[in-house]
């Protein structure tokens, strides 16, 4: 007992430490080998769940060769991967889907209604599955504790099953919910769940061959006791049984949450289907190859009473090869809980963007443009989905009482699950298919698993009353629910797939038929059923009233401010502005709208955007582009729409250049007549005290020397202007040698704050710098670089009109550069003078602080020569410029 | 996807990769078609050796991984669109579809 639980733990640390360090190098961005095909495939295994490793054995010893069933219908969808899902993972990339009901939600014009729905259909349908783990884990444990004979040493079974819920809800937060990924991948998680992939086939083998050889004597011994078995020597399959459990499972595969997570989700290359078509097939045929032969043996070795649900762990047990079982428990144990984890992580996901989200968008009517983390919300969502739902898992497992009832639970929430699947096969294949066809086909087959399956599940008398079964539901006899319209003498199972998957699917097409989508849906679905060839997304947005800063606002709280300013500075270059603000033109709203999609879920991320925007519109124009059929017309208006998008942009280059020289022309008369005042007032004093100390006839000593340092002082101001002129011009035309040294940014930093001594002023500024600047070493100018930061300093304390000036400065490495932000808590520029603040003789406002307004201009043109630049980045708590340059400038090459 | 649009009798290659294609979509049929046949066998006492209904299920699961390997590999080589597809082996470049858009 204590050699296996130590075994577990090390497994366990085992674990934690491969997904650490997939993290880590995923975010170093080394994440090639992460991402290979087999690793895809190998995550795919979250199919074989500790069901499927250890009930297979006791399918296979209670009803033959049915188990085969649940692994042939995968591999039927696999080898059909050019049908279904290369087009599934094609709209799941290109729409940024985040679940299986965000792909239903999306699909009928980004419904919350269907994801709602959607989202309630899996947590019923998963969490008994979850509870099936639970119980697996625990039975496992009990029976080395029974070997062992030694009650003592084992706390018992609700203690079991709630400490590995815990140690699951621990490991998926942690891994799981790390951080809001556009694009909803979990690159520890992934790698966790391919190394457990290894260990569970490499167990289950290693059970077999020992079985075969160790046990049978060979292959032909082992067929021969195949054929004398008494369950197993001969071919009894019920045929309708044969026909539903392919269908089903097939059904599932697709359909289950978390398999959509691994296989759509969690997909970073389409080329990946191309191997898993063949490997995935050839895993699962090796994880069935040997239950037959084990399910065997154990029922020849085994005493009567034996589970045969546990045989892969007794048998090996009971001929004394412990290691081997403590292989074969690790293997359960990891079907187990990769099964558990990526569950969880799929379904909070749906939680918390389908049910919490829209709920607090409810609440946060006017709240979206103000500052703060969005992101914080969503991510404690998430974590508190996943302990509720471990916890239903849990409190499923108590209830049930662990008993024999659970064992057949896997194909009930199969059947469950599967209820989406003519919504989503209808909803990619058929235009025609509607909001209001979809919705009507999954609440009937809901409805009808419930009451065929689901509920006479828990047995007569539980919950549905036995008159109920015999007598139909209020006494209607073709109400009962192993035989709907009186038709008797099915499998239960059967009959419960037959009714609901077919009534779904008619409900699903006869509404479909009657009702007419709206526009949105329309457009959602041409994009969806023609995925592979709109390459395009035809426009759904209409920006006239959007703010683009509300939108930049909204989107740092989503995707944190690095991203949205990466975003939104692409989408600006791309319009051909240079500034942080893009035009909120249809496309980038749809662009935008995709990216908060791969966060929050379609519906909530359209939500969001019509909130700031004013409500989406869909033009003739985005009708006709799908009614139109021919390729004639889509040439047609593609040509027009690239001939007009560069009339756009440049007419956007021009008018931008246009509005820039009209200012810099004002700016110039400005400068002019400010130099000449700059000039002027220093010469002025200098000629009157130079004609007092000529003219004067008696004058003490104490006042001549006041006169003459004014004197001097006068013209050291006037040296200074001349002197930062000169230093433009110098920098300018490129005449100017970097003085190359090494030091550290800190350092360098401390010395500029002190040469500011902002504390001195009337109005001290606060500056904190981040602690990430003593990591950095520069091979660079480092004069010319101080000479920015006091620049940059020196404008806080003057500009920063804050009761309380503070002025961060934040410092990261972005590749070869270094990044620095300066943020002050003050009003930040007005939008006028953003583009003109670093040309040369700008100046905010009246001359309220002294100086030429050289400043910012000698610093761009600095940090240029230093390989970067220097920008005004909008939407900060106050004034943010961004300084660039290069950590080694000797390599800038 | 009704009205292809290019020449009707395509080059040779082209026209091998189409086929390659349709192999790789009939293919899951062929196995749904192999694994049903298990519903005609009549279950009489002792007269079914389950040993080779065993082995012909796993035969049909290896031939067709085996199969689906082959002509993956083959598509491997070829765009997964449609569209990129049909321009490969119709020799027609059709920019026109495409648009000017990348993804986003």
């Not at chain 1, 949450?257 to 699962?284: C, G, I, K």
């Not at chain 1, 606060?766 to 000479?787: E, G, N, T």
């Given at each position: ?49 500790a ?53 239903i ?7 919350n ?111 021969n ?12 399959v ?12 097939a ?68 001929m004394?090869q ?29 939680v ?8 607090w ?8 443009s103000m ?131 077919s ?46 800063e ?175 002129l ?23 930093l ?11 002023h009337?109005r ?33 304390q ?13 410092t ?15 009003k ?66 | ?11 040779q ?24 046949i ?44 449609d ?22």
């Open positions: 007992m204590n050699v296996l639980i130590a075994v577990s733990l090390a497994y366990v640390s085992l674990l934690f430490l491969v997904a650490f360090l997939a993290e880590r190098r995923a975010n170093s961005g080394q994440s090639k080998w992460l991402r290979s095909p087999w690793v895809y495939t190998l995550s795919l295994s979250v199919y074989c769940t069901w499927t490793f250890y009930g297979a054995v006791g399918y296979a010893a209670r009803s033959g060769f049915e188990f085969l069933t649940i692994y042939l219908g995968p591999s039927l969808v696999m080898f059909g991967w050019w049908w279904i899902l290369r087009k599934l993972v094609r709209i799941g990339r290109t729409h940024r889907v985040t679940s299986i009901a965000d792909l939600s999306s699909r009928f014009g980004k419904s209604s269907l994801g709602v729905i959607a989202t309630i259909l899996a947590v019923i349908g998963t969490t008994p599955y979850i509870a099936l783990q639970l119980q697996s884990v625990t039975l496992s444990i009990e029976v080395f504790a029974q070997a062992e004979a030694d009650p003592l040493g084992y706390v018992g079974q609700r203690a079991t099953a709630f400490w590995i819920a815990c140690g699951l809800a621990f490991f998926t937060i942690l891994f799981g919910t790390r951080n809001l990924d556009a694009n909803e991948r979990h690159d520890g998680v992934v790698i966790a769940i391919a190394v457990e992939a290894v260990v569970k086939l490499f167990a289950l083998l290693a059970v077999g061959a020992f079985v075969v050889w160790g046990i049978a004597g060979g292959i032909g011994d082992m067929f006791e195949i054929d004398q078995s008494r369950v197993l020597g001969n071919w009894r019920n045929n309708s049984r044969w026909a539903a459990l392919i269908f089903i499972s059904a599932a595969f697709l359909c289950l949450p978390r398999m959509f997570q691994v296989l759509v989700v969690e997909n970073d290359d389409e080329r990946h289907l191309q191997t898993a078509s063949w490997a995935f097939p050839l895993y699962v045929l090796l994880m069935s190859l040997f239950v037959v032969p084990i399910a065997v043996i154990g029922l020849k070795f085994l005493p009567d009473g034996a589970n045969p649900d546990l045989f892969v762990l007794t048998l090996p047990l009971s004394g412990t290691e081997l079982a403590i292989l074969s428990f690790l293997g359960g144990f990891s079907s187990a809980t990769s099964m558990v984890v990526v569950a969880a992580i799929a379904l909070s996901t749906m918390s963007n389908h049910i919490v989200m829209p709920i968008l409810k609440f946060a009517q006017d709240q979206l500052s703060g983390d969005v992101r914080r919300v969503v991510l404690l969502t998430r974590r508190i989905s996943i302990g509720i739902i471990l916890w239903l898992g849990y409190v499923y497992f108590q209830l049930s009482g662990g008993g024999a009832a659970l064992a057949s639970i896997g194909l009930v929430s199969f059947t469950g699950v599967s209820q989406v699947l003519p919504a989503m096969i209808g909803g990619i294949f058929w235009r025609g298919a509607t909001r209001s066809g979809a919705i009507a086909g999954i609440l009937i087959g809901f409805a009808l698993w419930l009451f065929t399956l689901f509920l006479p599940s828990f047995g007569e008398g539980v919950v549905l009353s036995s008159s109920v079964f015999h007598q139909g539901l209020l006494g209607i006899g073709w109400l009962r629910p192993y035989a709907l319209l009186g038709i008797e003498g099915l499998d239960p199972l059967v009959h419960a797939i037959w009714w609901s998957i009534l779904n699917t008619i409900a699903f097409v006869i509404i479909s038929l009657m009702t007419f989508p709206s526009p949105q849906e329309r457009l959602q679905g041409a994009q969806f059923v023609d995925v592979f060839r709109h390459t395009g997304a035809p426009r759904s947005w209409s920006g006239r009233a959007a703010q683009a509300d939108l930049l606002i909204m989107a740092q709280r989503i995707l944190g401010s690095k991203e949205a300013q990466t975003l939104f500075r692409g989408a600006a270059r791309r319009q051909g502005r240079d500034s942080y603000l893009p035009d909120p033109s249809p496309d980038f709203l749809q662009e935008l709208e995709r990216h908060l999609a791969g966060s929050v879920g379609a519906a909530t991320a359209h939500a969001m955007v019509s909130q700031i925007v004013g409500g989406a519109s869909v033009s003739v124009q985005d009708l006709m582009a799908v009614a139109d059929e021919t390729a004639q017309m889509l040439e047609y208006s593609n040509t027009l729409e690239v001939q007009s998008k560069e009339l756009e942009r440049t007419a956007n280059q021009l008018s931008e250049a246009n509005k820039k020289l009209t200012r810099l022309s004002v700016q110039k008369d400005a400068f002019l007549s400010q130099i000449s005042h700059e000039l002027r007032t220093p010469m002025t004093s200098i000629r009157a005290f130079s004609e007092i100390l000529r003219d004067a006839e008696e004058m003490s000593p104490e006042q001549k020397s006041r006169y003459a340092s004014i004197i001097h002082d006068e013209t050291i101001r006037l040296t200074r202007l001349l002197d930062d000169l230093d433009l011009s110098v920098l300018e035309n490129g005449q100017v040698n970097l003085n190359l040294s090494r030091g550290n940014l800190a350092d360098i401390e010395r500029a704050v002190t040469t500011v001594n902002p504390l001195q009337e001290p500024l606060d500056i904190v710098i981040d602690p990430m600047a003593k990591k950095i070493d520069i091979h660079s100018d480092l004069d010319r670089l101080a000479q920015v930061f006091i620049n940059l300093i020196a404008n806080a003057k500009y920063c009109d804050a009761p309380k000036p503070v002025l961060h400065i934040d990261r490495k972005i590749g070869s550069l270094v990044q620095m932000d300066f943020i002050d808590n003050g930040g520029l007005p939008e006028e003078a953003r583009d003109v603040v670093f040309e040369k003789f700008s100046r905010l406002g009246e001359n309220k602080a002294g100086g030429a307004g050289l400043g910012l201009a000698i610093c761009r043109e600095i940090l240029t020569r230093c390989g970067g630049g220097i920008g005004y980045v909008p939407a900060q708590q106050g004034a943010a410029f961004r300084v660039e340059f290069l950590i080694d400038q000797t390599q800038s090459g | 996807m009704n009205e292809r649009q290019g020449p009707i009798f395509l080059d290659t082209g026209y091998r990769g189409r086929r390659m294609i349709d192999a790789l979509k009939i293919l899951p049929v062929l196995a749904l078609f192999l694994w049903a298990p519903m005609l066998w009549v279950s009489e006492e002792g007269n079914q050796q389950t040993s080779v209904a065993l082995i012909y299920l796993f035969s049909v699961w290896a031939g067709m991984i085996i199969l689906v390997r082959i002509l993956s590999r083959r598509a491997a080589n070829m765009p997964l669109d569209l990129a597809l049909m321009r490969r082996y119709s020799g027609q470049s059709s920019t026109a579809l495409e648009g000017g858009k990348g993804e986003p």
